[in-house]
């Protein structure tokens, strides 16, 4: 359960969405360096790092079949030059302690040729079911942000996350690999095709506006899709991807450079460190995505007056003993009060009165007055 406010359905009075003009007005007015501070407010009351470890878990199993996919789409192509292109790619990418293990697996003989084409179907069905996993979740983790305690129904939950993995957990995979992928990738076109040194100096320029371009994309769709909500216009999320997609660039940069240069990190884990190096990075990935969401959740509360990004906290520390109560109503204080003396008279005992040291005695009967 979410303890944020709210945030309101807002737009124009033209019944238009809001635009990117509207949020950068928004924002010089409410103040960057506040808005950041009630940003990570409404993430950390919205369980922003809870929905951020469970997107993880979701993400580490998308994953893992799409690279089993990649895997055996090397091995089904065998020794031709795209095969082995793919091969370079993913042995780029295995850090050196595992690195003995996927070559094993990449092997072209027999019999990793004939399980290829059946890691590769697999590994894409499994792939697709686990995104849409990460894509409902994102869902759930967008509500509680925003305020909203119920997700869709079920079905139309898990349809409508199929359909955003479709168009914005595959552009922002894609994104990814292009990332941290794209320089084995080019350097192995450059070593295996004769045009490869042409397309190497254009890739290495392209590679990084287009992986930026794919992954803002993404996260606008699902910062559109996501929740349970009318939300504002894409320009106006937009805020809030590019916060996003900044933090995931810088975090996933500075992972793969000390998973890289790190000789500690693949002595401490051996063959887990690619197991170990996805699990922070899927992480990272979801804090960031979170924290983006909550800026332009908190972004728009600003806009129609409701800058409060959490509930107020209804326990107090105690002056006497210093554990938390909950303060009581002073309606309900006195029926308590009420309730305590009526079971008091039930249990004195009729036909006796209590003196001051304790003891009893008997009442006497009272006389009429005279008449």
Known sequence: MSSTNQVPETQLMSGDELSADDAWRALRVYGRWHLFHDAFVRFRYGDGFSHSRAFALQLCLAVVPFLIALAGLATDLGVEEGGLVVTDTILALTPGASHDVVNDLLTDDDATEDAGELALTLG???????????????????NRIYGVERDRPAVLKYARAA?????????ALFGFLTLVAGRPFGLSIAERYPW???????????????????????????????????????????????????LWWATSLLLAGYVRFSAGFGVTYGPLTGIIALLLWANLTGIALFLGLAFAAQLEAARVGAPEPAKPDEW???????LPHAPRLPAQRAKSIKAVKAARVRRKPAGFAVKPDGLRKPMRPRTPPPE
Do not use: C
């Not at 930026?212 to 996501?226: C, D, E, M, N, T």
């Not at 107090?316 to 210093?322: E, L, T």
């Open 124 to 142: 894409l069905i499994t792939g697709m079911v686990s995104l849409t996993q990460s894509m409902a979740q994102i869902e759930r983790g967008a």
């Open 163 to 171: 359909v955003v993995a479709i168009f914005a957990g595959l552009p």
């Open 196 to 246: 490869g040194q042409d397309f190497l100096g254009v890739w290495n320029v392209v590679r990084w506006p287009a992986s930026l371009a794919l992954v803002v994309f993404a996260v606008g769709v699902i910062f559109r899709y996501a929740p349970r909500r009318r939300q504002p216009g894409l320009s106006w999320l937009l805020f809030g991807a590019v916060i996003a997609t900044v």
């Open 316 to 322: 107090h520390p105690s002056p006497k003993d210093g």
